[in-house]
């Protein structure tokens, strides 16, 4: 059987749900639906789940939200007309509205967009309607009891062979509802899948998969066809927006594949993440980069002392004081008498001063220099482990372009390279490296 999990943007309109009925119908194996709530139908449409966060501060502010309310019923109404359901959604709003009350907690107001929208997906598709509260345990500190969990929707498998069942929440110890943070039903669909032994988790969205560069930076980048895991995560920790980081984890410790895939073109190709891909050959003459993202704003702070490296106690000293200001060093680069750190420039503008003389002060360096305007640029692709030559292809395509190289870190399982060059050709040096270097 396959987990298949709709978002917001698939499930906004009553168009978008007869999609989705044609998609879950070509596919007998697609047999447990995670649903998020309506998303937007048009760019300045709101989410449910924004709306509903509004009603939460009225009422704890004791300010009407009548408006709001009856705009997120009319959402939900429409739909239910418009598909030709028993209008039993009335009542359920009904009955959500009348447990509103100063006490009812943020978590229990806003996971009602999906609880609602899985009672229509649920009657339009013919499934049974199973809540998350019933199933998904949290414990008392909000981490999920993956042992109760999985053994709760194994058990209501038994009895409901075909069900949907609301994202983005679940239930603490103390029957309270509790949710993920945004985005949080990618990561009920990967529970599901993980819980019932899935052959595949689908994860369908509103494009044609993960593109392998921003499109903001690249005209029409292509889709990534297979990511693997590991491959994804460096992408995401890097900046691509895509799923919920924390959805990779349940289905890749059970060896359950994830392919993200277009709601609007159910054909097209979509993205499929796994752990490896065996079938894979590779030449050296072939391009390499599975995608390319980055971070703009950088900061490399230098520190030179004589004979630091003999010093052993000179890193950590450095990065206690660096602790001390609760900032993450994002890479280190190290010679004879100097060593670096490059750390988020937005992250140093409170404390560049303090930290400068404090390191200056208590590790006694000769000199502390700041350069400011770096950016990242990550490379990613595990055929780049393979061949050999492709740092010196990538350097010479970055040198042909003018483009000064500051920084290079290459990834010790080889599958990225991190490159810092200046803020200016952040954008230029992603272009020349998807146009030299993306799978096609
Ligand atoms: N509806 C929630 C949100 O907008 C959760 C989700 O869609 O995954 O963040």
Redesign the pocket.
């Known amino acids: 059987m396959k987990v298949a999990k709709f978002?917001?943007s698939s499930l906004a309109s009553s168009e978008a749900l007869k999609k989705v009925k044609e998609i879950v119908e070509a596919d007998t194996e697609r047999r447990v639906i995670v649903v998020?709530?309506p998303g937007k139908r048009f760019s300045d449409d709101n989410?449910v789940?924004d709306l509903l966060y509004i009603c939460h501060a009225h009422i704890k502010y004791k300010v009407k939200y009548d408006d709001i309310w009856n705009d997120i019923a009319s959402r939900y109404i429409e739909m239910d007309r418009e598909c030709g359901l028993s209008g039993s959604i009335e009542k359920e709003l009904e009955k959500v509205r009348e447990s509103f009350s100063k006490k009812t907690s943020v978590d229990e107001i806003v996971s009602r967009?999906?609880y609602l929208n899985a009672k229509i997906i649920a009657e339009y598709l013919g499934f049974d309607f199973v809540d998350s509260a019933e199933w998904l345990h949290f414990n008392a500190d909000g981490t999920v009891d993956f042992d109760s969990t999985y053994e709760s929707l194994r058990e209501l498998y038994t009895v409901h062979k075909k069900m949907v069942i609301p994202?983005?929440y679940g239930s603490l110890p103390d029957g309270r509802i509790h949710t993920f943070t945004?985005?949080?039903?990618?990561i009920t669909g990967s529970i599901a899948a993980a819980a019932l032994g899935a052959s595949m988790y689908e994860n369908w969205t509103d494009v044609n998969g993960i593109l392998m560069a921003d499109p903001k930076i690249v005209d029409n980048p292509r889709p990534i066809k297979r990511v693997t895991f590991a491959e994804l995560r460096d992408l995401s920790y890097m900046g691509a927006e895509v799923l919920h980081p924390e959805a990779v984890f349940p289905v890749r410790e059970a060896g359950i594949p994830l392919y993200i895939k277009n709601t609007g073109d159910m054909n097209s190709e979509g993205t499929l993440i796994q752990e490896s891909f065996p079938d894979e050959t590779f030449d050296a003459n072939s391009k390499f980069i599975t995608g390319i993202t980055g971070k703009k704003h950088y900061s490399i702070i230098t520190v030179t002392k004589n004979r630091i490296t003999e010093d052993l106690s000179f890193h950590r000293r450095i990065l206690e004081i660096i602790e001390g200001y609760s900032l993450l060093v994002e890479h280190t680069f190290q010679s004879a008498d100097c060593i670096a750190f490059m750390i988020s420039s937005e992250q140093l503008s409170g404390c560049l001063y303090n930290l400068v003389s404090d390191i200056q002060k208590k590790c006694g360096a000769d000199n502390v220099d700041v350069t400011e305007g770096v950016s990242l640029v990550a490379l990613v692709g595990r055929k780049m482990a393979a061949p050999s030559g492709v740092s010196g292809r990538i350097l010479s395509a970055l040198g042909s372009h003018r483009i000064n190289v500051r920084t290079i870190e290459y990834g010790s399982d080889e599958i990225n390279i991190i490159i810092g060059v200046a803020d200016e050709h952040f954008k230029e040096a992603i272009r020349v490296l998807y146009d030299s270097f993306a799978e096609e």
């Open positions: 978002g917001g998020s709530a989410k789940t967009g999906e994202g983005f945004r985005g949080g039903s990618d």
